[in-house]
């Protein structure tokens, strides 16, 4: 029995694997989708294919080395050779190469210790000879054009000295690492485009720094910008090269064609966190112009000052590791100093962020993580499993109001999985406190129902826009009609609203909670807005709910809508309802069957002034589900109390409704 109960959770697991890898590769065919509207470009011809040297630096990389070599023996370009750089593994990695090698051509060095990334480039360049030299990291996986687009940003241009390649993560396909990278006067790095969705990404044309992972550059640069800085053992030797090449002359291009999958890793350890501040600093202490570094170490000194305990340590680690290697650091000030001399160039100040601070980037979301094996019909943002869910866009969890929420940038999207069809999607959201120009929500289907040969339809199966409003917390329940199947729900709200007082983040709205439901759960009496059953009843458009002396009610804005159930034949429709205190235009009705867009019954309501009153409306509807859709054209509003005769009111009101009800047709005898 326990053997089973082993083999069914095996079983299980390799189903979730296949899962993830269907998905991946799902995204991978959208993305070539979303590629190929763009137009197009001439193939490289043969007279302009310089030998270019691939040099695969690795550490311990067993596990990935063998995919990353398969798939650059796969490139479409011929005129290559394979470099790969074991820096002192003790994991099998050289084995790994040599067995790689009886399928295709390399050459295998190997570094009798661990020296470092900068270290292991300059052993790798010193046994490759192409006129480019192109840089990747054992856990990247390069796209089978990768290497045509790199010497297609190259051109002829003798001077363009490096260039950047498109990096995706490996588990996310559709979703950018970055492409290119700049930094802050503080001297923090972070890539280009990074967490941003490739559909909506605006990739930049050039770039302060080629990131490490696809990094490619010009041997006549090479020679004349001179080794990587070993000082460094890990990261921010591509930051330190940029800036050379921007000095000595050349520019970096981002490639945005040349595609890399990159499986980086999950979080970052305190050693990295140590290597990034002290390679930070050096970098900062070798090229800022002396004017700026009295202000760099006013910054620093406030950081530190401002910095938890662990973070103090490790700012202090960093500070007395550039203290023993400042006599480098500053032959390396005196060579740029000399060729400043001689007329080197500045480099541009459009390539850096223009911002100081401990924390850079600003306004970026997290490293999404999205698991699609385990999205459902819902999702509860209160819960941690909500982040398998999210592919891209959202920030971490945080109070809005009473509600835990995740704020969406102006472009994010949620996984979806339906084990039966859905008529009724429900959301529970705040808007940004500032009017925007709506959200729109598309949704998409992916998984199994998309065959596999088949274009990845990138055209929504239904759509709606969110409208915005004044509201602490919107309720909305939209008809839909989907079958079984996976779903990808994007949220789009370009550009989004820019919160103060940082000015960090660009918003969309926040999100407590969507379910997909089979059915509308409707109550059998029309709609009481005091009813326990009426925030499910609500598609859109209706306020908090307020308490009268006679009951609940909630405002309306210039356009509402709401669900209801006629359970016999009825003779009139009768309204519970107030209209402003300020004159508004005529309030318009409007019901449908809510499976049909045609109308079947209209009504219109008159301003005139007074408080609540109730009105029946002759209405001769069949049973039946309706959507009762209500217009003002012209609301009324009382902003900064303008007509001191009535109260202030920010918010522009439609009419009040506090219930609905049906009087059932009399049988004709």
Same mark, same amino acid.
Request: hydrophobic share 40%; net charge negative.
């Given at each position: 029995?326990?053997?089973?109960?082993?083999?069914?959770?095996?079983?299980?697991?390799?189903?979730?694997?296949?899962?993830?890898?269907?998905?991946?590769?799902?995204?991978?065919?959208?993305?070539?989708?979303?590629?190929?509207?763009?137009?197009?470009?001439?193939? &490289?011809?043969?007279?302009?294919?310089? /030998?270019?040297?691939?040099?695969?630096?690795?550490?311990?990389?067993?596990? &990935?080395?063998?995919?990353?070599?398969?798939?650059?023996?796969?490139?479409?370009?011929?005129?290559?050779?394979?470099?790969?750089?074991?820096?002192?593994?003790?994991?099998? !990695?050289?084995?790994?190469?040599?067995?790689?090698?009886?399928?295709?051509?390399?050459?295998?060095?190997?570094?009798?210790?661990?020296?470092?990334?900068?270290?292991?480039?300059?052993?790798?360049?010193?046994?490759?000879?192409?006129?480019?030299?192109?840089?990747?990291?054992?856990?990247?996986?390069?796209?089978?054009?990768?290497?045509?687009?790199?010497? =297609?940003? /190259?051109?002829?241009?003798?001077?363009?000295?490096?260039? *950047?390649?498109? &990096?995706?993560?490996?588990?996310?396909?559709?979703?950018?690492?970055?492409?290119?990278?700049?930094?802050?006067?503080?001297?923090?790095?972070?890539?280009?485009?990074?967490?941003?969705?490739?559909?909506?990404?605006?990739?930049?044309?050039?770039?302060?720094?080629?990131?490490?992972?696809?990094?490619?550059?010009?041997?006549?640069?090479?020679?004349?910008?001179?080794?990587?800085?070993?000082?460094?053992?890990?990261?921010?030797?591509?930051?330190?090269?940029?800036?050379?090449?921007?000095?000595?002359?050349?520019?970096?291009?981002?490639?945005?064609?040349?595609?890399?999958?990159?499986?980086?890793?999950?979080?970052?350890?305190?050693?990295?966190?140590?290597?990034?501040?002290?390679?930070?600093?050096?970098?900062?202490?070798?090229?800022?112009?002396?004017?700026?570094?009295?202000?760099?170490?006013?910054?620093?000194?406030?950081?530190?000052?401002?910095?938890?305990?662990? !973070?103090?340590?490790?700012?202090?680690?960093?500070?007395?590791?550039?203290?023993?290697?400042?006599?480098? !650091?500053?032959?390396?000030?005196?060579?740029?100093?000399?060729?400043?001399?001689?007329?080197?160039?500045?480099?541009?100040?459009?390539?850096?962020?223009?911002?100081?601070?401990?924390? /850079?980037?600003?306004?970026?979301?997290?490293?999404?993580?999205?698991?699609?094996? @385990?999205?459902?019909?819902?999702?509860?943002?209160? +819960?941690?499993?909500?982040?398998?869910?999210?592919?891209?866009?959202?920030?971490?969890?945080?109070?809005?109001?009473?509600?835990?929420?995740?704020? *969406?940038?102006?472009?994010?999207?949620?996984?979806?999985?339906?084990?039966?069809?859905?008529?009724?999607?429900?959301?529970?959201?705040?808007?940004? $406190?500032?009017?925007?120009?709506?959200?729109?929500?598309?949704?998409?289907?992916?998984?199994?129902?998309?065959?596999?040969?088949?274009?990845? $339809?990138?055209?929504?199966?239904?759509?709606?826009?969110?409208?915005?409003?004044?509201?602490?917390?919107?309720?909305?329940?939209?008809?839909?009609?989907?079958?079984?199947?996976?779903?990808?729900?994007?949220?789009?709200?370009?550009?989004?609203?820019?919160?103060?007082?940082?000015?960090?983040?660009?918003?969309?709205?926040?999100?407590?909670?969507?379910?997909?439901?089979?059915?509308?759960?409707?109550?059998?009496?029309?709609?009481?807005?005091?009813?326990?059953?009426?925030?499910?009843?609500?598609?859109?458009?209706?306020?908090?709910?307020?308490?009268?002396?006679?009951?609940?009610?909630?405002?309306?804005?210039?356009?509402?809508?709401?669900?209801?159930?006629?359970?016999?034949?009825?003779?009139?429709?009768?309204? =519970?309802?107030?209209?402003?205190?300020?004159?508004?235009?005529?309030?318009?009705?409007?019901?449908?069957?809510?499976?049909?867009?045609?109308?079947?019954?209209?009504?219109?309501?008159?301003?005139?002034?007074?408080?609540?009153?109730?009105?029946?409306? *002759?209405?001769?509807?069949?049973?039946?589900?309706?959507?009762?859709?209500?217009?003002?054209?012209?609301?009324?509003?009382?902003?900064?109390?303008?007509?001191?005769?009535?109260?202030?009111? @920010?918010?522009?009101?439609?009419?009040?409704? +506090?219930?609905?009800?049906?009087?059932? *047709?009399?049988?004709?005898?």
């Amino acid at each position: 029995m326990q053997g089973d109960r082993g083999s069914e959770w095996l079983l299980y697991g390799r189903c979730q694997v296949m899962e993830a890898l269907r998905w991946r590769d799902e995204q991978r065919r959208l993305r070539a989708a979303l590629q190929r509207r763009r137009p197009g470009v001439d193939a &490289v011809s043969p007279e302009a294919m310089p /030998f270019v040297s691939i040099v695969v630096v690795c550490w311990n990389s067993a596990d &990935v080395l063998g995919r990353c070599l398969e798939q650059l023996f796969a490139q479409d370009y011929p005129n290559r050779e394979i470099v790969v750089v074991d820096d002192g593994s003790d994991d099998g !990695t050289g084995e790994v190469a040599e067995r790689a090698s009886r399928d295709g051509e390399l050459t295998l060095v190997r570094s009798s210790s661990n020296c470092g990334c900068p270290a292991a480039r300059n052993l790798g360049l010193r046994h490759a000879s192409g006129e480019i030299v192109a840089f990747i990291d054992a856990d990247g996986f390069a796209d089978a054009r990768w290497l045509t687009e790199v010497v =297609r940003a /190259f051109g002829d241009d003798e001077t363009i000295g490096g260039v *950047a390649s498109t &990096v995706f993560y490996e588990d996310d396909p559709l979703v950018l690492n970055g492409a290119g990278g700049t930094v802050n006067r503080q001297g923090w790095a972070a890539d280009l485009s990074m967490n941003e969705p490739y559909g909506q990404a605006r990739l930049a044309t050039e770039a302060l720094y080629p990131m490490g992972c696809g990094m490619a550059l010009r041997r006549a640069a090479l020679e004349r910008v001179g080794p990587f800085d070993d000082a460094m053992l890990n990261y921010y030797d591509d930051v330190d090269y940029g800036t050379r090449l921007w000095r000595a002359g050349y520019s970096v291009l981002v490639a945005h064609d040349a595609w890399i999958d990159h499986a980086t890793a999950a979080g970052e350890s305190e050693r990295k966190r140590l290597l990034c501040e002290r390679h930070r600093m050096r970098v900062v202490l070798k090229y800022t112009p002396r004017e700026l570094l009295g202000k760099w170490f006013a910054q620093e000194l406030s950081a530190y000052r401002q910095a938890d305990g662990v !973070t103090r340590r490790r700012k202090r680690a960093a500070a007395a590791w550039n203290m023993r290697r400042l006599s480098s !650091t500053l032959a390396a000030r005196r060579d740029a100093a000399r060729r400043d001399g001689r007329g080197a160039s500045p480099v541009p100040t459009r390539l850096f962020a223009d911002s100081w601070g401990d924390r /850079f980037p600003a306004g970026v979301t997290p490293r999404p993580r999205p698991r699609p094996e @385990n999205a459902r019909a819902f999702l509860d943002m209160s +819960s941690e499993d909500a982040q398998a869910q999210l592919p891209y866009g959202w920030f971490p969890r945080e109070r809005v109001g009473s509600r835990s929420c995740r704020w *969406a940038t102006p472009h994010a999207a949620v996984l979806i999985s339906l084990d039966r069809p859905a008529r009724r999607l429900h959301l529970d959201y705040t808007h940004v $406190p500032e009017e925007i120009d709506g959200i729109a929500l598309e949704i998409r289907r992916t998984g199994a129902g998309v065959p596999t040969g088949a274009e990845v $339809p990138t055209a929504p199966v239904w759509e709606t826009r969110l409208r915005w409003q004044y509201l602490a917390r919107s309720i909305e329940n939209h008809p839909i009609e989907l079958e079984s199947g996976d779903y990808e729900l994007i949220v789009s709200a370009e550009p989004g609203w820019l919160e103060p007082p940082r000015n960090e983040r660009r918003l969309a709205l926040a999100l407590a909670r969507l379910s997909f439901e089979e059915t509308f759960d409707l109550a059998p009496v029309g709609l009481d807005m005091g009813g326990a059953g009426a925030e499910g009843q609500l598609i859109s458009g209706w306020f908090e709910a307020e308490q009268s002396p006679t009951g609940a009610y909630r405002w309306s804005s210039a356009q509402a809508a709401a669900v209801v159930r006629v359970e016999r034949e009825t003779s009139a429709m009768r309204m =519970r309802f107030r209209l402003t205190p300020g004159r508004s235009s005529v309030t318009r009705i409007t019901a449908r069957r809510l499976a049909d867009s045609e109308p079947v019954c209209a009504w219109e309501i008159v301003w005139e002034p007074g408080e609540w009153r109730e009105e029946a409306f *002759a209405a001769r509807l069949p049973p039946g589900d309706y959507r009762f859709d209500f217009e003002v054209q012209e609301p009324w509003s009382n902003i900064g109390q303008q007509d001191r005769e009535l109260p202030p009111e @920010n918010r522009a009101l439609g009419f009040a409704l +506090s219930a609905l009800s049906f009087d059932a *047709a009399v049988a004709e005898r």
